[in-house]
């Protein structure tokens, strides 16, 4: 069973950049395809990048396409989101999530890791 754990959240100022990371304790990430999502309060959950285990990504929309990269390290379970130029509506909970069923849904989630853009 897959339990992916999120970790690199923090605060930091407009224009900053911020590193988090996804790994699983049981060390089976590297099978699956992994995606992270954001949660602003009082707004819906919002598709940011996903990867499949191949490598293959994708950007939920133009605004982080440029500025965000995900990437991954199978040999460290480990799925990256890469973050520059941050910018306050940049600032939510972010979650890592993983398809363990191939052609299915996000059904794994993590707990989250809290990001805020402010000055």
């Known amino acids: 069973q897959v339990h992916p754990i999120e970790s690199g959240g923090g605060s930091v100022q407009p224009g900053g950049s911020l590193s988090l990371s996804c790994t699983d304790s049981?060390?089976?990430?590297?099978?699956?395809?992994v995606a992270w999502f954001r949660q602003a309060t009082g707004k819906e959950r919002q598709y940011v990048a996903g990867i499949s285990w191949q490598g293959h990504s994708t950007y939920g929309d133009d605004s982080v396409e440029g500025r965000f990269t995900i990437s991954r390290d199978n040999a460290k379970d480990t799925v990256y989101l890469q973050m520059n130029s941050l910018k306050p509506e940049d600032t939510a909970v972010y979650y890592c999530a993983v398809v363990t069923i191939p052609g299915g849904s996000y059904d794994v989630w993590g707990q989250g890791t809290q990001v805020t853009v402010s000055s």
């Open positions: 049981g060390g089976s990430l590297s099978k699956y395809t």
